[in-house]
Nanobody
Framework: QVQLVESGGGLVQAGGSLRLSCVAS????????MGWFRQAPGKEREFVAG????????YFADSVKGRFTISKDNAKNTVYLQMNSLKPEDTAVYYC????????????????????WGQGTQVTVSS
């Protein structure tokens, strides 16, 4: 059974930083593209950042480019999202997900390409 568990969310002032973690189990985590998505109230879930299984390819939404970074530790089955210079518009529930197909050295941006999701962690940025 595949499980993804996010942590690290919280309340932070604008300009601050948070690091989200996502621990995966039940799948050979290192062979799958991992993605981070977010969903604000009343909005669709949107892609934020992703890393291909080889770690050679990363992709970021324009809204977070230059502020967020993604990394992973295969030994810990953990993917991280470092969020710097946070803005109120970054407020959302953040989800990690694992792609449906392994050994694809590509960062999928559609949520339809991911088959397992975590429960989400709330990030609130105050102005």
């Amino acid at each position: 059974q595949v499980q993804l568990v996010e942590s690290g969310g919280g309340l932070v002032q604008a300009g601050g930083s948070l690091r989200l973690s996502c621990v995966a189990s039940g799948r050979t985590f290192s062979t799958y593209t991992m993605g981070w998505f977010r969903q604000a109230p009343g909005k669709e879930r949107e892609f934020v950042a992703g890393m291909s299984w080889s770690s050679l390819n990363t992709y970021f939404a324009d809204s977070v480019k230059g502020r967020f970074t993604i990394s992973k530790d295969n030994a810990k089955n953990t993917v991280y999202l470092q969020m710097n210079s946070l803005k109120p518009e970054d407020t959302a529930v953040y989800y990690c997900a694992t792609a449906a197909n392994n050994y694809r050295d590509y960062v999928f941006r559609s949520k339809n390409d991911y088959d397992y999701w975590g429960q989400g962690t709330q990030v609130t940025v105050s102005s």
